[in-house]
């Protein structure tokens, strides 16, 4: 039934045949009419034109390689590595991955102009996404020739910018570290692992082992809290007044004991107590930054030794964080004390011995120095007494100084030369050691008769000849190479040299004869009075 078109309509159509009653034809029939297949069918041939469709198909097979965004974005920072704009205006910038396409004209200006600034050592307040941009720049090759220069230019921008912007710590750890990986830089991993609280793991294993093994003195807390079963961040008195004494000295004990140790058994801690077998450990580089893999690769191996997973050091490292924390408790006058530390005797009366002693030496830096030299005066009074000595230990002299008289009428400038003899003695005495009056070093020095004053002769006598040996590295500017070399040798360390030096100079000059790692300045002009110093 129709219904104005709107439903579907169907319809059956029945086709019938009108031939009725026909035979099936024989087999044999139906076989007669097939015609045989030759064979060895002829080789058909090919047309022209498929031949060269074929050859256009080839064509599109060898495609150039795909060019990635990071790619593209390296080919123009590669372009542009050394644009400058002048002077211009800061124009904000926030962008999750900056590249320059991201960038209007106003905000490239800036940023080249910023840019530059950086390389000059100068930090203008700015974007992160700006801190970003430069970041990539210097991780894909760009802005550098050589990669300790690249190295320090991500470190000294980490610097300048990570307490206004906490997100770098979060990234350029991470990165800084692929950097030096990818480069073979034999940096120290401190600083990152320290900024970088969650990259600590096998960084902090990496510096663990680069230290212990070869730069004791180089260790720090952060780094050897990995290493410890204590944790001192709950402890009042790191949360007190003592968190800068305990994070300065507990890397100086441990440095100490290890070359205690190398001294008593001629083996240092990582030889005492070795490690397992390194682990190799896949890292992936520069993760969420703009970085093109064809570079340096999708990942690195590095090899890793767990050194924190060795029972016995990791018992003493623990034992001598808390022995080091009660001996600050007791210096800096905190109640209470930590109970069973148990340490060798020797190692408790060595860190005693040594905790004393820096103490001591800050009591006198904030003293300040008990002899107060002049430089200027003793220079002029050592020339004075050259030219006078000169003159009156030739024989020759003091015929002239005896004829003086019926000289001076020939010769008139010979009388201004004359000294009288309590003059030339009150000088050569005066020249010796000139002083102003401070503290008791201030008291009259003794000739011991050979130009060297007393005192001096007796600072030289209480040195042992190993320090004798430093003190005159140090005049000759040998640097500290050799300086760790003669401790090495000594079996001791170069801080305790130090130590014993300065703690000789306190006592019988009244103040410090080495200042950091160079000589004092105030005792330079007196060193040629020691006797075999710059000879």
């Known amino acids: 039934m129709r219904r104005d078109g709107k439903e579907p309509h169907f319809t059956e159509l029945v086709w019938e045949s009108t031939e009725q009653n026909v035979p099936i034809p024989p087999r044999a029939s139906a076989e007669a009419r097939v015609h045989k297949v030759p064979a060895v069918m002829p080789k058909k041939k090919t047309p022209k034109e498929s031949t060269v469709q074929l050859q256009l198909w080839d064509m599109e097979e060898t495609q150039e390689p795909v060019t990635t965004t990071e790619s593209q974005f390296v080919v123009r920072a590669r372009e542009l590595a050394d644009h400058k704009e002048a002077a211009a205006l800061f124009v904000p910038f926030k962008s999750y991955w900056p590249t320059y396409g991201h960038m209007t004209g106003a905000q490239s200006r800036w940023y080249f102009f910023w840019r530059d600034e950086v390389r000059q050592g100068r930090y203008p307040k700015t974007d992160l996404s700006y801190i970003f941009l430069h970041v990539y720049e210097l991780i894909n090759g760009v802005g550098w020739d050589e990669p300790q220069e690249g190295y320090r230019q991500l470190n000294l921008l980490w610097e300048a910018y ?16 692929d950097f030096s990986f990818v480069h073979h830089l034999e940096v120290p991993l401190t600083g990152i692992v320290s900024r970088s609280r969650g990259l600590a793991g096998d960084l902090a294993e990496l510096e663990l082992m680069r230290c212990l093994t070869s730069a004791p003195e180089q260790l720090s807390f952060e780094v050897l809290t990995v290493m410890s079963d204590y944790d001192m961040s709950k402890s009042k008195f790191y949360a007190g007044e003592g968190k800068a004494a305990a994070e300065r000295y507990i890397p100086l004990v441990v440095a100490l004991i290890d070359a205690y140790v190398a001294r008593k058994h001629g083996s240092n801690l ?63 006058g905190y109640r209470g004390r930590l109970k069973d530390v148990k340490v060798d005797a020797d190692m408790e009366d060595l860190v005693t011995r040594f905790l004393q002693r820096e103490f001591r030496k800050e009591e006198q830096k904030e003293k300040g120095p008990a002899v107060i030299i002049d430089p200027r005066k003793l220079k002029q009074l050592q020339n004075d007494s050259d030219i006078v000595r000169t003159l009156l230990t030739v024989e020759e002299n003091e015929l002239m100084l005896d004829r003086l008289p019926e000289a001076e009428e020939e010769l008139p400038g010979l009388a ?25 070093m201030a008291e009259a020095l003794p000739d011991a008769g050979n130009g060297t004053p007393a005192i001096l002769q007796q600072f030289a006598a209480a040195l042992t000849p190993l320090e004798w040996a430093v003190v005159r590295a140090l005049a000759e500017g040998k640097g500290m190479n050799v300086v760790n070399n003669l401790a090495a040798a000594g079996g001791t360390m170069t801080e305790l040299l130090f130590d014993g030096i300065n703690e000789t100079a306190m006592d019988l000059l009244g103040d410090l004869l080495i200042d950091g790692e160079e000589l004092n300045e105030e005792f330079m002009p007196l060193l040629p009075y020691l006797g075999g110093v710059n000879d």
């Open 162 to 177: 990570r307490d206004q912007y906490k997100r770098l710590d979060q990234y350029l750890g991470g990165w800084i570290a």
């Open 416 to 440: 201004e030369l004359h000294v009288s003899e309590e003059e030339n003695r009150s000088a050569d005495s005066e020249a010796s050691f000139i002083i102003e009056d401070s503290g008791p």
């Open 270 to 332: 990582i030889g005492m107590f070795p490690p397992g077998p390194a682990v190799v450990r896949e890292r992936y580089l520069f993760r969420s930054a703009v970085y093109d893999i064809s570079l340096y690769g999708y990942s690195v191996l590095v090899p890793v030794v767990r050194i924190s997973k060795s029972p016995p050091l990791r018992s003493l490292i623990t034992r001598l964080f808390r022995l080091t924390e009660n001996k600050l408790r007791a210096l800096l």
